[in-house]
């Protein structure tokens, strides 16, 4: 397993940008796919988007396709997601993890952070 850390969340005006980064710490790192997930007040944990192990493949959520970008560094074990043209909705707690297997759902993942809160006013 990897242990993780995310930083970046914050307060921004709606139409702002913010970008998360997760730091991981652990040799095997580029072997894992990455997963960013969030979690709004009373709803349940959602699919954001996901990078393969290369980084040759990231997949979004529909309601993120477009604003929102994944990435990652393999030589800083980091990953990154970068928010455009942020929307009230997207007020949650963003989660990194990782996983082998690294699907679409929270149980395709091993390790995950403790979270970063990121709020968009109105």
């Known amino acids: 397993q990897v242990q993780l850390v995310e930083s970046g969340g914050g307060l921004v005006q709606a139409g702002g940008s913010l970008r998360l980064s997760c730091a991981a710490s652990?040799?095997?790192?580029?072997?894992?796919?990455m997963g960013w997930f969030r979690q709004g007040p009373g709803k349940e944990r959602e699919f954001v988007a996901r990078?393969?192990?290369?980084?040759?493949?990231?997949y979004y959520a529909d309601s993120v396709k477009g604003r929102f970008t994944i990435s990652r560094d393999n030589a800083k074990n980091m990953v990154y997601l970068q928010m455009n043209s942020l929307k009230p909705e997207d007020t949650a707690v963003y989660y990194c993890?990782?996983?082998?297997?690294?699907?679409?759902?929270?149980?395709?993942?091993?390790?995950w952070g403790q979270g970063a809160q990121v709020t968009v006013s109105s």
């Open positions: 993890a990782a996983g082998s297997v690294a699907g679409g759902y929270p149980n395709s993942y091993e390790s």
């Open positions: 652990g040799r095997t790192f580029s072997t894992y796919g």
């Open positions: 990078i393969t192990w290369s980084g040759g493949r990231t």
